[in-house]
């Protein structure tokens, strides 16, 4: 049971398709987060997305690519986050 509640925060969390990344964006959907999910492999990360849903963002990149984000985001999404408020911790 989450003690924070995370609702009307986005939290990017790299590495999400397994381990301990995949770990986090479980945890911070379940305390409320809109999670973008960030990983090379993007039939872990549509899995990840049909387990947690519409809250969860699936982007198939590589966090170390420094030309990243940028090809990474559709119009869609971009539009969709950038208007969305972040709260770091």
């Known amino acids: 049971m989450s003690t924070t509640d995370l609702h009307g925060s986005t939290a990017v969390v790299t590495g999400a398709s397994r381990g301990?990344?995949?770990a986090v964006a479980i945890a911070l959907h379940q305390a409320g987060a809109e999670v973008v999910a960030v990983a090379r492999d993007g039939e872990r990360l549509e899995a990840l997305?049909?387990?947690?849903?519409?809250?969860?963002?699936?982007?198939?990149?590589?966090?170390?690519?420094?030309?990243?984000?940028?090809?990474s985001w559709s119009g869609t999404d971009r539009a969709r986050w950038s208007s969305t408020p972040a709260r770091r911790r």
């Open 20 to 22: 301990f990344g995949r």
């Open 49 to 71: 997305r049909a387990e947690l849903g519409d809250r969860l963002t699936p982007v198939v990149a590589d966090a170390a690519d420094r030309s990243w984000p940028a090809p």
